[in-house]
Every structure is written in C-alpha cells, then in structure tokens.
C-alpha cells in the first residue's frame, strides 16, 4: 500500500491511500446484520453492451455467479480490473451512477477515470471491520446495493428517477477485501 496519495483523496483523512493490489471488493451492509466479516462478494457483472464494446457494473456474485475479473488494484485513482481476457477500464461515476468500466480490446485500463481512493477503517471504539473501504469522488457513506433486473447492483447515490429499483435500495459500504 502507498503512504502518499493524490488529489482523489483529498479530505479524506490519514488513513487514504491509493496504492493498492490483488484485492476484491465486498458490499458491507450499514443498515442490517451482515452475514460475515467482509460482506457479499461483488465482481463485475454485464450491464449492457455498444459497437466493439461490453459495459460492465458491479454487482454482487449472487445475483451473477461470474467472475471474470478476480482480482483488482487501485493505482493512482483508478480500480484496475485483473485477469480478465479483455482489458477494462473505469468510467466516471455521477450521482445516480452505478459503478462501471468499459471493456474492449483497445481499454487502457491504468487510464481509466482518477476517481477512487481507498480509506483504512480505523474506528477508534473499534466497531470498525478491519477493511478498507472504498471512496469514489472523495465519498465512503454513498453506496447502496439496489436491484436492476435480475441484478443487485452498486449505485453512488441512487435517484428515485434513475434506472435501479428505488425501493429495493439498501445503503452499504464497499470494502476492500485483502489477501491474508
């Protein structure tokens, strides 16, 4: 991990770093019981597609059992997907947003939007999880999981008026998950 970072983590305290490998991402409910440590394993699902190109989301691995992608870094603002046979690269996040990337063969993956930074949980009463979490748009407490047809997907402050199922939205923390 990187003990110096850049602007993406501006105003998020000492513990942001952007420098980071080999981890996968969990979505960690605020709201309920969580039924382990990490939380519910998200991988980046299909979310559609244009000429020459697939887009990608995350979602949780329950709701599409594929990983093709099973690991990522975090270097210099950006999440890089690893291990995928086709390079993809993150997409800006907006409010209303889901988290995405764009997947084609001509992707620059370590290019992609300079919008992330990681933020060590370090809950002085220690309530804390132990991982990570994840910032986008210098943002930790803005995600929820919210279902978008047969996907429960991650959204940056979901909109009553955007594409994800309002009502089944649930507020969540999305977590680094590191190897042990």
């Not at 020459?52 to 270097?75: C, H, I, K, M, W």
């Not at 997907?153 to 977590?175: H, I, L, N, T, W």
Request: proline share 7%; aromatic share 8%; glycine share 12%.
């Amino acid at each position: 991990m990187s003990a110096q970072h850049g602007p993406w983590c501006d105003g998020l305290g000492g513990g942001a770093f952007d420098g980071v490998h080999n981890f996968t991402l969990a979505a960690w409910n605020t709201s309920l019981p969580n039924a382990n440590s990490t939380g519910v394993p998200l991988v980046l699902a299909t979310a559609g597609a244009i000429p020459g190109a697939e887009l990608r989301q995350l979602a949780t691995y329950a709701s599409f059992p594929f990983n093709d992608y099973p690991s990522l870094s975090l270097v210099n603002g950006t999440l890089i997907p690893q291990g995928g046979s086709t390079p993809a690269q993150a997409t800006v996040v907006e409010n209303g947003s889901s988290l995405g990337f764009l997947q084609t063969v001509s992707a620059e993956p370590a290019k992609g939007s300079q919008i992330y930074c990681a933020v060590a949980d370090v809950d002085p009463a220690g309530h804390g999880t132990g991982h990570p979490f994840l910032a986008v748009n210098g943002d930790t407490d803005s995600f929820s999981l919210c279902q978008t047809g047969a996907q429960n997907v991650v959204f940056y402050k979901p909109a009553v008026d955007g594409r994800e199922d309002f009502a089944s939205c649930y507020s969540v923390k999305v977590q680094l998950i590191l190897p042990q």
